[in-house]
């Protein structure tokens, strides 16, 4: 499937392989520490706990392409979701997530998940919901709550 052959890097360059999460289920966001939304962290770090040892992955891609929210390096970005939302999930290095250097993890989730805004990404902490067998499942609009989510994360963890 063309879901486990993308790849992302840690901040600190790193690959995480998306072949890793074979079987599981992940949910991959776009983030930034200097949005309105940032408090949705909590919420993503809450669901990672629940349902991380039932396979839940959650990944965080922070971008800085709407309203230079992420201006912060990679190691400070990383550090500051730590100690003020208590983020323990995945983060990624910073990437953009629309316009031509898309990350080709985002190219994929938008094209086979998209939305009226076609394969645009409006904001911050759009969310993405993958199956276990690397198909994708949903998307979710920036402002939807991550615990509006559950349900639909507890439907495929029951798979």
């Not at 990679?74 to 939302?85: K, L």
């Not at 990404?121 to 939807?144: C, E, H, S, V, Y």
Request: glycine share 8%; proline share 5%; net charge positive.
């Amino acid at each position: 499937m063309a879901f486990y052959t993308q790849e992302i890097n840690t901040p600190n360059g790193e690959t995480i392989k998306m072949n890793d999460f074979k079987g599981k289920v992940v949910l991959i966001v776009n983030t930034a520490t200097q949005c309105g939304l940032t408090p949705q962290f909590d919420g993503l770090e809450k669901l990672h706990q629940t349902y991380k040892d039932q396979g839940l992955v959650v990944l965080g891609a922070p971008c800085n392409q709407f309203g230079g929210q992420e201006p912060l390096s990679n190691e400070t970005m990383s550090e500051t979701c730590r100690i003020n939302h208590g983020v323990t999930f995945q983060l990624t290095e910073k990437i953009d997530v629309n316009g031509s250097n898309t990350h080709p993890l985002f190219v994929y989730l938008k094209r086979k998940l998209g939305s009226w805004l076609g394969s645009k990404i409006k904001w911050n902490f759009t969310k993405f919901l993958i199956d276990q067998n690397g198909k994708p499942f949903k998307r979710f609009a920036p402002t939807t709550k991550p615990e509006t989510i559950e349900k639909y994360i507890q439907e495929l963890l029951s798979k």
